[in-house]
Structure formats: C-alpha cells, structure tokens
C-alpha cells in the first residue's frame, strides 16, 4: 500500500486547509486510516482517525470540533479538513493506514499502522 499526503500550505490564524491522502496498491481491507503529526522538536502525535466504514471516528482532544476526519472509499481517500487553524497546529501532517482494526487506545499509537505517507507540512501564521 503506498500513501500520497497532499494539501499542505501557508495559512493565517484562523484558516482553513484541507489535506488529503490517496491510498493505492493493496487498499482492500485497509481497515483504518489515521492522521499524525509533527511539530519540530516535538514527537509525533495523533490527529484524528476514521474506519472503513467511517462508523469510527476518534480525534485527538486538541483537534475536536475544529478538524474533520472523512473519507471517500471510492476514490481510496481520506481527507482532513482543518478549520480555525492555530499557529500550534503548525506541523508535517502524515497519513498513516494499516488493516486491522483498532480499538480505543491503539489508534493513537505510532507503532500499530503498517504504512505511511511522506507527509505534507502545514504552517500556520499569527
């Protein structure tokens, strides 16, 4: 499975962006798709997480009621679509995905996806 992070950019306090990641390859039964990400000097940390269904949906508590996880299986893509952005929300963005299924804990868990993508930097202004 290989991964493509799109969507990245330079944006205001106060923004919007939207990123997105095309999955391609072996997709079927890519159960989980998740979003991390990086902020220098810092670990990377969970984002938000969606199921292939879409019936499970975590985000981190940072990110709640500001950024919306979802995903179009037609198109093997999951977006990220990020509003009142923050200059702490500055960071590389990546997409990960694997395909087991994953319960509570074990999404935010840098170790428990198989694939990666190479990440799109997102840059928030003040």
């Known amino acids: 499975v290989q991964l493509q992070a799109s969507g990245g950019g330079l944006v205001q306090t106060g923004g919007s962006l939207r990123l997105s990641c095309v999955a391609s390859?072996?997709?079927?039964?890519?159960?989980?798709t998740a979003w991390f990400r990086q902020a220098p000097g810092k670990e990377r940390e969970f984002v938000a997480g969606?199921?292939?269904?879409?019936?499970?949906?975590p985000y981190a508590d940072s990110v709640k009621g500001r950024f919306t996880i979802s995903r179009d299986n037609a198109k093997n893509t999951v977006y990220l679509q990020m509003n009142s952005l923050k200059p702490e929300d500055t960071a590389v963005y990546y997409c990960?995905?694997?395909?087991?299924?994953?319960?509570?804990?074990?999404?935010?868990?840098?170790?428990?996806?198989?694939?990666w993508g190479q990440g799109t930097l997102v840059t928030v202004s003040s």
């Open positions: 990960a995905g694997d395909h087991r299924r994953k319960v509570g804990s074990a999404w935010s868990g840098n170790n428990g996806y198989d694939y």
């Open positions: 390859g072996r997709t079927f039964g890519l159960y989980t």
């Open positions: 969606i199921s292939s269904s879409s019936g499970i949906v």
